[in-house]
């Protein structure tokens, strides 16, 4: 359901090894970028800005404008 709204979607799969399966599957083609890496971390840019630093494992970082969050099993996730 993000996909119309977002010039970019990319999920992060917290290195959820079945969350990944589950979004290349549900994505099937879409315009969509999967991020399997594990999250050590978010960080908020500043207190005056709405960017959040992602932080992975393996020491690289990605500023993203926003974050959304979705808590379930990977079996309900649905990339439309």
Known sequence: MLAPLAKDLIVY????ES????IKTAANGRRVTIEPRKIA???RKSP?????????????TKTEAF????VGPS???HVI
């Open 19 to 22: 969350v990944t399966a589950a």
């Open 67 to 70: 974050l959304v969050s979705i």
């Open 13 to 16: 799969c917290n290195g959820d």
């Open 41 to 43: 971390s978010l960080e």
């Open 75 to 77: 079996e309900h996730l």
């Open 48 to 60: 005056h800005h709405p960017e959040i630093i992602v932080h992975f494992d393996d020491g690289e």
